[in-house]
């Protein structure tokens, strides 16, 4: 298929800074792949020059396949395609010592750093810590010290929060570890302190591709103006219509920024869509027609005319579920359709149970987006902890994991007595476990159970770094006895302790699979898996199965038949969005549901629904009265069309009975 004149100027386009405002749909990937293959084999660029830029590894992934079969292996070797925070640890590595780092530091999942941060706020209570965690991550996203927050704290929570911020950043250096956040601001701050490694990584990345701009918060907008340098040699690809992450702080003033940072930016428009029809594109213009607009747009599509929207008032919940599943199954007859060809989206993760149990007892297979992820599961997350150690012996929380997993007779008392210890004297429990001098405190049975510990560690510690990733894995879960840990501990369920073994053997076959691709060492592939954790989890094996999905979790993916489900006031637009910012973000969150459709699209309210057992008469969305009449059919109203028309009714009478004439028949 031929690149259409917007995308063929934006692909030869090299005279400096370029934004391309690609619609939903526009076929913004193929450009970005395209100028790739461009540069390389028209534009003399080498192919280690390049570096193009996502936000999730499933973005990556799909480029890097798409690059690959356009140019294969020779042409594309050293070409970078990563998510933002893949190329911050690739920084951070190369770099840790300008602050103050090994190379082989720890990265910390979010439960890890809950728990340190729900000891220096001394309590327990969910709704604190992740208030604290969320506060932290946002501060951190803005490139703010915690000396500048405790400065312009503006009440007794922010000044409290600020102080834990600094003692929070104190543990994560004496762990030798960093979160997720810090895997940009740390290589940003460094790039922004250090002209000569901000030299070396300019000359590096001579040309930066950013796809998904409208996502950026501040640390990472000036990450990538700190690589660009100052002739700005960049595409920039986003979509203001669709940025929906203000709450994880994305800052859709970074694309009005570009204007203003970058004077000669060129900007190219993409309004061909290639994935819907005329309708459903119609239906999503005049939605967010009502939002004020960075760059205006219209997305057209030559896909035809295409089926009138629907929007269907449901008696109370269980209807709707049981409604969508219902059309789920007869146009899946009528189409012949996958079920992969279906998505339920909605705006909480806690509407998906009643669907879910529609479809189970339809027996319609689904898969939920969001779910607990691989890497989430606690024997994954014990392995793992084992992994981190051998890599940093600085990393406590791994070392507690590790420790009592499998229990070995390293209780709470003796973990006490090393912790005590390792105040003290300012060091890690690794530390605190090799001293002779801890050690003298013990009992002389727990000495001699943290001395085994520490020598099995010792012995792989070595093998880590030079043998065979899978065989040393395998070796140590031997030797630690996890197996029989796992049915010792679940005794109960032999069942669910062989799910969980072959969660263990999943693993450890995807790091022998590394290792012999001669990738890496147990050593970086316990960060190299600590990244994959934070952005997404092990790669979802993709089945025929309806999907069920957040309307966060559903953006930059497409559906032949998409069912909107739960448009109400106060669900959706969220009850906590009514004032003007949050109201335009739930209406760009609107946008991005409708664009997810290729044919059919159905959106649906209920008439009533349960509330902390009360039921409730729930408005229709707003978005609703957004919407032109003429591509719109609403049914299910008092006094309007029925949900089930009378041709359909007939038709399922009709299949009634001839299933009825099937049965006395035989």
Request: aromatic share 8%.
């Amino acid at each position: 298929m031929k690149l259409n004149p917007q995308q063929q100027e934006a692909v030869e386009y090299l005279g400096g800074a370029l934004f391309v405002l690609a619609g939903a749909g526009s076929g913004k990937t193929r450009v970005i792949t395209e100028k790739i293959a461009y540069m390389i084999t028209q534009a003399n660029y080498k192919a280690h020059h390049i570096a193009a830029i996502t936000f999730t590894n499933k973005a990556a992934k799909e480029m890097q396949e798409r690059i690959a079969h356009r140019l294969g292996k020779e042409q594309t070797r050293g070409l970078t395609v990563s998510t933002f925070h893949s190329l911050g640890m690739r920084i951070l590595r190369e770099e840790a010592p300008h602050i103050g780092y090994k190379r082989n530091f720890s990265i910390l999942d979010s439960s890890d750093s809950g728990k340190i941060i729900s000891e220096l706020l001394g309590s327990s209570g969910r709704e604190p810590v992740f208030k604290a965690q969320h506060q932290i991550s946002l501060w951190k996203n803005d490139l703010k010290t915690p000396e500048a927050v405790f400065q312009a704290a503006s009440d007794d929570w922010e000044t409290q929060i600020a102080q834990i911020y600094a003692s929070y950043q104190a543990t994560l250096e004496h762990y030798q570890a960093v979160d997720f956040d810090d895997l940009i601001r740390l290589p940003t701050l460094l790039l922004q302190q250090n002209t000569e490694v901000r030299l070396k990584w300019q000359k590096r990345l001579r040309y930066l591709l950013v796809d998904e701009c409208q996502d950026t918060n501040a640390c990472q907008y000036a990450l990538m103006r700190l690589l660009t340098g100052l002739e700005g040699m960049f595409t920039a690809v986003g979509d203001d219509d669709q940025s929906i992450y203000a709450w994880r702080g994305a800052n859709m003033e970074n694309l009005r920024r570009l204007q203003d940072d970058y004077p000669q930016l060129k900007i190219i428009k993409l309004e061909q869509n290639y994935r819907s029809t005329a309708r459903i594109l119609r239906v999503a213009n005049q939605v967010i027609a009502n939002n004020p607009k960075l760059f205006p747009k219209t997305l057209w599509s030559q896909l035809g005319e295409g089926e009138m929207v629907r929007v269907v008032a449901c008696k109370n919940e269980t209807h709707e579920a049981e409604y969508v599943v219902g059309q789920i199954a007869r146009n899946k007859m009528i189409y012949g359709a996958n079920y992969a060809d279906f998505a339920i989206l909605y705006r909480g993760n806690h509407q998906a149970k009643l669907f879910e149990d529609a479809l189970r007892s339809a027996r319609i297979p689904y898969q939920i987006s969001g779910g607990q992820s691989f890497y989430d599961k606690a024997e994954i997350k014990d392995v793992l902890a084992y992994m981190r150690l051998l890599a940093n012996p600085n990393d406590d929380p791994a070392f507690l994991r590790a420790a009592t997993t499998p229990k070995r007779g390293i209780g709470d008392t003796t973990l006490g007595k090393l912790n005590d210890y390792a105040k003290l004297h300012e060091c890690s429990l690794y530390q605190a476990a090799g001293s002779l001098k801890a050690l003298a405190e013990l009992p002389t049975k727990s000495r001699e159970s943290v001395q085994q510990f520490m020598a099995l560690l010792g012995d792989y510690q070595t093998r880590a770094q030079s043998d065979d990733a899978g065989t040393v894995i395998q070796d140590l879960l031997q030797d630690i006895q996890y197996e029989a840990h796992l049915s010792g501990s679940l005794d109960e369920n032999s069942k669910m302790a062989e799910a969980r073994w072959r969660n263990v053997q999943d693993l450890c076959a995807w790091l022998a699979r590394k290792g012999e691709d001669g990738e890496k060492n147990l050593v970086e592939l316990s960060q190299t898996i600590a990244l994959m954790t934070l952005l997404e989890g092990k790669d979802g094996e993709e089945i025929d199965a309806v999907k069920l999905s957040t309307l966060h979790a559903s953006k930059g993916l497409e559906y032949p038949f998409v069912y909107l489900v739960g448009c109400e006031e106060g669900l959706f637009p969220h009850a906590d969005s009514l004032e003007n910012e949050a109201l335009e973000e739930e209406r760009r969150l609107m946008y991005v549901g409708i664009t997810r459709a290729k044919q059919q699209l159905t959106m649906t309210h209920c008439i009533k629904r349960k509330r902390q057992g009360v039921w409730q008469f729930p408005e229709p969305s707003r978005f609703f009265d957004e919407m032109a009449g003429n591509d719109v059919e609403i049914l299910g109203r008092k006094g309007g069309a029925p949900i089930v028309s009378k041709a359909e009714g007939r038709e399922r009478l009709g299949n009634m009975l001839d299933m009825l004439k099937g049965k006395s028949g035989q």
